[in-house]
């Protein structure tokens, strides 16, 4: 006599997950909802699948030129259900020098955002764990001003939740770096951030708030992002960038000329179409 016997079929791995993002992410499609799949991962697992996944894409985009913060806000990291912010990779391909006034083209970054950012050039290596900001700051070179411009999308099986993003990377793309500012001349927690659509009859303001909109702080924010970024087994090399996070609103890109003024660090320039 046979017996049938049905076993509950196994969630997929960390390894398939990573290959279902690095897929879709390469054909341009909306990438797979990791919480819909894995209901009762972790954090931890979520960043396993998201290096998986940077992994299998880095080389398509040139390979890891730093790494970025999101959720900065403490409002953000609230209704997320989180600690501290996100982490994930920025691509080399991704990086744009705010001198060139880039143009960033919708059609091939379909789903883009605008968020004003604070970034950190590296100077010096970071080869181990540091354990406060006077340690951190020997190793930086440069406060910069950012534009990240987060793009597509994912699947939407159920609510969005803080799992999905950082399996996804964050939906790492372009960003937008401009003048260099040394670290003993500004303080990145004073900055004054306005970002503005230009328009005929004058600017439309779409967002305004400060380096302070940071939770704990742009320094704190950094040094979460550098010991995170050890903590997966990333190296931190002379020259990479590393973002806080977006500070205030969100924008969705539309097309037009877009100024963001980040006061005592510079200003960016740009363009969608």
Same mark, same amino acid.
């Given at each position: 006599m046979l017996w049938a016997v049905a076993w509950p079929?196994?969630? $997929?791995?960390?390894a398939e997950l990573a290959k279902r993002l690095a897929k879709a992410h390469l054909a341009g499609n909306a990438l797979p909802q990791f919480s819909a799949t894995r209901p009762d991962a972790t954090l931890a697992d979520a960043y396993g699948v998201q290096g998986r996944f940077v992994d299998k894409v880095a080389k398509k985009h040139k390979g890891i030129a730093g790494y970025k913060g999101a959720v900065a806000g403490a409002a953000g990291q609230k209704a997320l259900k989180l600690n501290g912010p996100l982490s994930a990779v920025l691509f080399r391909d991704g990086w744009l020098e705010a001198t060139a006034k880039p143009t960033i083209r919708l059609a091939k970054f379909p789903g883009t955002k605008i968020e004003t950012e604070i970034g950190f050039i590296i100077g010096k290596a970071i080869t181990q764990p540091i354990s406060d900001v006077d340690a951190l700051k020997a190793h930086v070179e440069a406060i910069v001003p950012v534009i990240e411009l987060p793009a597509g999308k994912l699947e939407a099986a159920q609510p969005m939740t803080a799992l999905d993003l950082a399996a996804a990377n964050v939906m790492s793309a372009n960003y937008i770096v401009g003048r260099r500012? $040394?670290?003993a001349k500004v303080n990145p927690d004073r900055a004054t951030i306005r970002l503005a659509k230009r328009l005929a009859k004058g600017d439309e303001e779409k967002n305004k708030t400060t380096g302070a909109a940071a939770h704990r702080g742009q320094w704190q924010n950094l040094l979460h992002q550098v010991n995170?970024?050890?903590?997966?087994?990333r190296e931190i090399k002379p020259g990479h960038l590393i973002l806080t996070g977006a500070l205030g609103k969100i924008i969705p890109a539309e097309p037009g000329d877009w100024s963001g003024d980040f006061g005592a660090l510079g200003k960016i320039n740009f363009s969608i179409q």
């Open positions: 079929s196994a969630g $997929p791995t960390d500012n $040394p670290v995170h970024a050890l903590g997966q087994r």
